[in-house]
């Protein structure tokens, strides 16, 4: 089974701070993606890796940035959180079929 | 423009009363199109991939069909453990870095 897990279930960060979400995938999948996830908007996309060192641009890139160093972890960084970063982030892998494994999600709160 | 409308958004059953859900889709080439089960608090899970008109797959209680325009999500017989949010995701055919549009899905309730 593809697992994908992220470092936390539940965080809680004061606004400017800097904040890291990571993700690790262990089926050495080539592409990964951020999502965040808020009432009445569904999910949107974020960034996304195609290989290592690689990324794109979601739909809402804003006030985020991504690292890719190794094929199995992709880490989204909020430079400056502010209140409006409050949501759940969700992580995904791509598998040989394009389906995406999601992980369980980090519900960051921004105060 | 949204690519993903899913109907209705939200759906409430009785135990054992048969329903569908829909997801129509605006993609110009339909490389396939993915179904999720999302619980509260919880990532989407994964349970279906269909890839071309005609295809269906099942899983329970829980079967998907696939037409040119839309996808339906068949439930025979809910149970309450049924309950969550059901999502759809085509993927375009141009699409090689495997991104997916997802619809806001239907928020299913079985009550007893």
């Known amino acids: 089974d593809v697992k994908v897990t992220q470092s936390s279930r539940y965080l809680v960060k004061r606004t400017g701070e800097k904040v890291f979400l990571e993700c690790v995938q262990d089926?050495?999948?080539?592409?990964m993606f951020w999502y965040r996830q808020d009432p009445g908007l569904g999910l949107r996309l974020i960034y996304f890796s195609y290989d290592v060192k690689m990324k794109e641009k979601g739909d809402i890139p804003e006030g985020y940035s991504v690292s890719r160093e190794k094929k199995e972890r992709f880490s989204l960084i909020l430079e400056s959180a502010s209140t409006n970063q409050t949501s759940m982030y969700l992580c995904?892998?791509?598998?040989?079929?394009?389906?995406?494994?999601f992980g369980p999600g980090t519900r960051l709160t921004v105060t | 423009e949204d690519q993903v409308t899913q109907s209705p958004e939200a759906l409430r059953l009785q135990e054992g009363e048969s329903s569908s859900l829909n997801c129509s889709y605006t993609?110009?080439?339909?490389?396939?199109l993915f179904w999720y089960r999302q619980d509260p608090g919880k990532g989407p899970e994964f349970l279906f991939t269909?890839?071309?008109a005609g295809e269906e797959k099942e899983k329970e209680r829980l079967k998907a069909t696939l037409t040119k325009k839309e996808s339906f999500l068949h439930i025979t017989a809910p149970k309450p453990e049924d309950s969550a949010t059901y999502l759809c995701a085509p993927i375009d055919r141009g699409s090689t870095l495997g991104r997916l549009y997802f619809g806001r899905g239907t928020q299913l309730t079985v009550w007893p």
């Open positions: 089926m050495d999948h080539e592409n």
């Open positions: 269909l890839y071309s």
């Open positions: 995904a892998s791509r598998g040989q079929g394009y389906e995406q494994y």
């Open positions: 993609v110009s080439g339909l490389r396939g």
